[in-house]
Structure formats: structure tokens, C-alpha cells
């Protein structure tokens, strides 16, 4: 079959016009062709592991520039054939216009080489592109992440320090005092000072190790427990295995807080608040918590359930790895929220 390549922009003759033709024609199937070269960059991102990436972008590449490469041997050869049509069995155009022949597998591989390096270009381009677009929206995230962490330890601060909170703590710890239980006082005073060094301290990370979370709800539960006297029980379980595992910070309190508005709802009821940390396989840790009374019973109309904030912070964190389903009526309260199984890396090696 005859083919041709375009005339060489150093011609000191200017160009056939139909070989300008030829040219916006295989420009135009390279434009055509790369959407086809950043659909595989968008389909290779999707893929776990290095190497079946680069081979999916590397397998495009040279097929695109083997389609685009016969396209341009096919358009060259057709306008050739009509505009030149004694050219017939020749491949290059001299600087006067004349056809001189040369082998196919030359023209051709040529051909390929320049083709390749173009659509490799194209390609790394997207990869880029798709790079940096993933790296602004990871900043999004953290930022997004971090935000919410700090709308959630501002809440809780307001939450812990309000005058209802402390007048109700520090007037428990004094009715212990008059009735000479000085033992509870100071148990409620020790744990108290717990909760606030919690919510007080230093920490800034979005994810805290998990015995920091349960150690924070765990004092907020005594206090209500003792409190509440006779009617709050409260217990936290967790395997010790666990307790390096990374949660966002303040992710317990508000369900915590919820468990105890129902527990406590009617008065003078006894009931029992069951904190559980657990692991579901390998990459996934489990936390419950439950709230429900001694003999069954629970309220006609219990507190309303309200996991809004706690949902939208996992999907911040967490995106769609992690999720959050409860119930709130007249047979209890439960609470479920699974997320990723993440542990401090750093801190296990140091204790090994």
C-alpha cells in the first residue's frame, strides 16, 4: 500500500495544501483519542498496586499511538493517491516536491516513535493533573477533618464546663461531703478532674488512641453513676489489644451523653449503660453502646436519637469506610459505629 509523510516545515518550497489538509486531519484524531488516554488514568487510579497501573497506562499509550499511528499512514496514503496520484509506491516529499521512495517499515516506525512520545506526553499530563486534583482534595479533607474535630472539642468544652454541668457535679460532690460519704466525694472529685484533664488537654491529632477516648468516657460515666445513686450503672469493656487503635477525638462523648438521657428517663429507674470496644475482622473496630433498664422496662416517650454530628464527622474522617446506626424507644438505646481499624504504628514498635 503507498504511503506518504508529510513535507518537513524546513521546505524552502511551501507545502501542497493538501498535505496541510492531511495534518489537521491526524491532528484531529489525536484530539479525538485522548479522552481515551485519560479515561485509562482515571480507571488506573482506581487500581490497588503499582504495578497493574503502570501497566494499564503503558498498554494504552502504545495502543493509542499504534491507532493513531495507522490513521496517520491512512490519511497521508488516501490524499496522496488523489492529489498525487503519480507518487503511487512512495513515501517521502523532497524539498522540490518530489517523491522519493523509502522503505514502509521506516516511515512506519517513525511514525510510532513520534506518535508514542506524543501521547506519552498527553498521558503524564493526566496523571498529573489527576494527581494534583487528589492532593487538593485530600487538603480538603484534612481540612474539612480538622475543623470538625475542633467544632467538636469546642462543643464539648461548652458541654462540660457549662454552669448546669459543673453546679450539678460540684453540688453531688457536696451533698456526698454533708452525708459523710467522703469516699464517693473524693471519687467523684478524682474523676471529675479525669474528665476535665481529658477535655482540657494538649492533644490536636484528629485520630487519638482509642484508651484515650474510652479513658475520657469512662470518668464522664462515673460521675453520672454517682450521681445518679442506686440508678446508673456503668460499665466500659474493651480488649486491651485495641487500645492502641486510632478514633477521631471526641467521637464517644455525644453518644455517651445520649445513653445517659435515656437511662436516666423517667427517674427512679434502674438501668444499666454498657460501653464495648471490639474488632469485626481484621480491619474493622466495633463500638456499642447501650443503655436499657434493670427489669426491661424503658420510657414511653424516650429522648429523641441524634447521631447527625457523629455521622457527618466519620464521613469527614472516614469518607464511606465507616458508618453509624442506633435506636432510641421503649426497649433501650444502642448506638453502633464501625470504622476502619487503624493503630499507632509508632507506639507499638516503641513498646517492642
Given amino acids: 500500500m503507498p504511503v506518504f509523510m508529510a513535507p518537513t516545515f524546513a521546505a524552502p518550497q511551501p507545502a501542497p495544501a493538501w498535505s496541510w489538509l492531511a495534518m489537521g486531519l491526524v491532528a484531529l484524531a489525536g ?38 499511528s495507522v490513521i496517520d499512514t491512512a490519511v497521508h496514503d488516501i490524499l496522496l493517491s488523489w492529489f498525487r496520484p503519480d507518487a503511487q509506491g512512495t513515501m517521502f516529499v523532497n524539498e522540490e516536491g518530489r517523491a522519493t521512495p523509502a522503505p514502509m517499515h521506516y516511515y512506519v516506525l517513525m511514525n510510532f516513535i513520534i506518535l508514542l512520545w506524543v501521547h506519552a506526553g498527553v498521558t503524564a499530563l493526566g496523571v498529573l493533573s489527576r ?125 455517651a451523653e445520649q445513653a445517659v438521657a435515656h437511662a436516666v428517663s423517667p427517674p427512679q429507674r434502674r438501668a444499666t449503660i454498657r460501653l464495648q470496644a471490639s474488632s469485626e475482622g481484621v480491619d474493622r473496630l466495633v463500638v456499642t453502646i447501650r443503655a436499657q433498664a434493670a ?15 457523629v455521622r457527618s464527622r466519620l464521613t469527614v474522617v472516614y469518607g464511606g469506610q465507616a ?30
Fill in 31 to 68: 484530539i479525538l483519542l485522548t479522552p481515551i488516554l485519560l479515561v485509562v488514568v482515571r480507571v488506573a487510579d482506581r487500581c490497588t498496586g503499582q504495578a497493574p497501573r503502570l501497566v494499564l497506562i503503558v498498554a494504552s499509550v502504545v495502543v493509542v499511538a499504534l491507532i493513531h
Fill in 131 to 255: 494527581f494534583n486534583m487528589k492532593m487538593r482534595r485530600q487538603e480538603v479533607a484534612t481540612a474539612e477533618a480538622r475543623a470538625a474535630a475542633n467544632h467538636a472539642r469546642l462543643t464539648t468544652l461548652r458541654l462540660q464546663l457549662s454552669p448546669h454541668f459543673m453546679f450539678n457535679t460540684l453540688n453531688a460532690i457536696s451533698s456526698l461531703i454533708l452525708v459523710n460519704r467522703n469516699a464517693d466525694a473524693e471519687r467523684m472529685l478524682t474523676r471529675l478532674s479525669d474528665f476535665l484533664r481529658a477535655s482540657l488537654g494538649p492533644e490536636e491529632a484528629e485520630l487519638v488512641p482509642l484508651a484515650s477516648e474510652l479513658s475520657a468516657v469512662s470518668a464522664y460515666l462515673d460521675i453520672e453513676s454517682l450521681r445518679y445513686d442506686g440508678q446508673l450503672n456503668a460499665e466500659v469493656v474493651s480488649d486491651e489489644g485495641l487500645h492502641e487503635a486510632r478514633v477521631p477525638t471526641f467521637i464517644l462523648q455525644p453518644l
Fill in 295 to 309: 427489669d426491661g422496662s424503658g420510657p414511653s416517650s424516650p429522648p429523641p436519637l441524634d447521631l447527625t454530628a
Fill in 323 to 352: 458508618g453509624i446506626e442506633g435506636t432510641s424507644d421503649a426497649g433501650g438505646f444502642t448506638a453502633i459505629a464501625r470504622l476502619p481499624l487503624k493503630r499507632d504504628d509508632r507506639n507499638r514498635e516503641g513498646v517492642q
